[in-house]
């Protein structure tokens, strides 16, 4: 399967550590988004990457998450302190030019 | 920025019966909307999208219309079976290099009852 790859599924961390979620594109997709989802509501972009270049951050990307794309392939989002109010689903999503984009399988995250 | 309204928010249906989602957007330059399907701790996966120069349009089971003069756009899903069983979501974008944020609804969760 060629999908949109996220790492890791899961993730249960202490509030103030540091997490970090990969997510491996669609291969040859230029685009690539960072989505949060709380449980009951549809995802809210974060932000968004064309090629290595990040393009839009929605400001609830606060200054404690930070999303890379290095080389235009795989991306990562860290949150640096983590906050309770940062459990969430993570998802990554690409695609190729405008619109349609495809979602991974998002990474859990739950703070303690 | 964009809104989306999505409703109704839980929908019970009998095995065979068709099932209505409604969303209406705020924007519009919007000019793409797409619906996904969610199951319980999977991501959102694309069920079928319409352009904004199109009316309608189906694929099998499912079918959506938009009336972009009132700003709203639908699912059907005909013929509803268990595995349809999920949370709906719909989307609306507005392309392009710095609109190509997806505005999602609040998701309806379908229920379909064998």
């Known amino acids: 399967d060629t999908g949109v790859s996220q790492n890791p599924r899961h993730k249960i961390t202490k509030r103030g550590q540091n997490v970090t979620f990969r997510c491996d594109p669609i291969?040859?997709?230029?685009?690539l988004y960072w989505y949060r989802q709380t449980l009951g509501q549809g995802p809210e972009f974060l932000t968004y990457?064309?090629?290595?270049?990040?393009?839009?951050k929605s400001r609830l990307l606060s200054d404690r998450f930070s999303a890379e794309r290095p080389k235009g392939s795989f991306s990562t989002l860290e949150i640096q302190r983590t906050e309770q109010g940062d459990s969430a689903m993570y998802l990554c999503?690409?695609?190729?030019?405008?619109?349609?984009?495809?979602f991974g399988e998002g990474s859990w995250l739950t703070v303690v | 920025g964009e809104n989306v309204e999505q409703h109704p928010s839980t929908l019970s249906v009998q095995e065979g019966d068709s099932a209505v989602i409604k969303c209406t957007y705020s924007?519009?330059?919007?000019?793409?909307f797409p619906w996904y399907k969610q199951e319980l701790g999977k991501g959102p996966q694309l069920i079928i999208d319409?352009?904004?120069?199109?009316g309608e349009k189906k694929d099998q089971r499912i079918a959506v219309t938009l009336n972009k003069t009132a700003k709203h756009f639908s699912l059907h899903i005909t013929e509803t079976q268990p595995e349809d069983s999920a949370v709906y979501f719909c989307?609306?974008?507005?392309?392009?290099?710095?609109?190509?944020?997806?505005?999602f609804g609040t998701g309806t969760s379908l229920t379909v009852i064998p």
């Open positions: 990457f064309q090629n290595e270049a990040q393009l839009e």
């Open positions: 999503a690409s695609s190729f030019g405008e619109n349609t984009i495809y």
């Open positions: 989307a609306a974008s507005r392309g392009g290099t710095t609109g190509n944020q997806f505005y």
């Open positions: 319409i352009r904004s120069n199109v």
């Open positions: 924007d519009s330059a919007s000019n793409y």
């Open positions: 291969s040859e997709h230029n685009r």
